[in-house]
């Protein structure tokens, strides 16, 4: 009886064995499908955080890109003041410097200058050019008579009309600013007016500028100046404001007709002819 009881309790626990493995078995094989669901379960939530985390970075970019252009643009305006203060200071500086080459070897107010207050009888003839330079012409020549007949518009022939019907010989300077409303392509209308300026004058010292005139037909006023720098030559003590050249290193002396100054202009152009006219005088 004993020996039965112990052979059905060992029965016992090998069926309690055997079914506690039969159910790890089960487990281990259905751990994929477990898995599955799991992944199921998982699976919209995860997708959600994805979207989530791409917002953020969506909207950390456009805060990224609002800060990079405040930047760009902080250092922009900071840049373009750099550069605005630079350029003022350049344009000072070239203002002095263009001042300094227009008073060459003397002061540049007439009063100051010696040869300033010796006392002439200057004629002065031109076109509109010298309309716009004489009115400052006595602030830079306070001791010496000029007198001035200038009309807008004339040629050299005109202003050689002028000058005949202002020359006296108490004239010890002639200024004949002439040649800018010449045809280019006939410089020698100018160097016959120049001569005809020079028979009557004599010895007497004159003030002749150089041209500075757009092209006329392609044609620039480079022979027109050739035969001011000749007569020059051929003269002794004849006088050349190189007015061209002086706006060639200075355009912004001239209006957008690039033919006639701005105030400023004249002004530093009568600088150049007065001068002229002071190295007459003091050459006698």
Request: charge should be positive; aromatic fraction near 6%; include cysteine.
């Amino acid at each position: 009886m004993t020996r039965r009881r112990t052979a059905l309790l060992a029965l016992a626990l090998l069926s309690i064995s055997a079914a506690t493995f039969s159910g790890y078995l089960f487990r281990a094989t259905g751990a994929p499908e477990a898995r599955d669901a799991d992944s199921r379960q998982a699976g919209p939530s995860g997708a959600v955080s994805a979207e989530v985390d791409l917002g953020a970075l969506t909207e950390q970019r456009s805060r990224g890109l609002d800060a990079g252009a405040g930047l760009g643009a902080r250092r922009g305006r900071a840049r373009g003041a750099r550069r605005g203060r630079a350029a003022g200071a350049a344009a000072v500086r070239k203002e002095a410097e263009a001042i300094a080459a227009v008073r060459g070897d003397g002061p540049g107010h007439g009063e100051s200058d010696p040869r300033s207050t010796i006392p002439g009888n200057v004629l002065v003839v031109g076109d509109s050019l010298e309309v716009s330079t004489s009115q400052y012409l006595q602030r830079y020549l306070p001791s010496v008579e000029l007198t001035v007949s200038a009309e807008i518009g004339y040629s050299s022939p005109q202003i050689f009309g002028l000058f005949e019907q202002s020359y006296d010989p108490s004239h010890a300077v002639i200024v004949f600013d002439a040649g800018t409303n010449d045809d280019p392509a006939y410089p020698q209308l100018l160097a016959s007016r120049l001569q005809a300026v020079a028979e009557p004058v004599g010895s007497r010292c004159m003030v002749v500028p150089t041209i500075h005139a757009p092209l006329v037909n392609g044609v620039s006023p480079a022979g027109k100046n050739r035969v001011v720098r000749a007569f020059a030559a051929s003269r002794p003590g004849t006088q050349v404001p190189d007015w061209a050249g002086a706006v060639a290193s200075h355009p912004e002396w001239m209006k957008p007709d690039n033919l006639h100054p701005t105030p400023e202009g004249a002004n530093l152009r009568a600088r150049l002819i007065a001068r002229g006219i002071r190295s007459c005088l003091a050459f006698g």
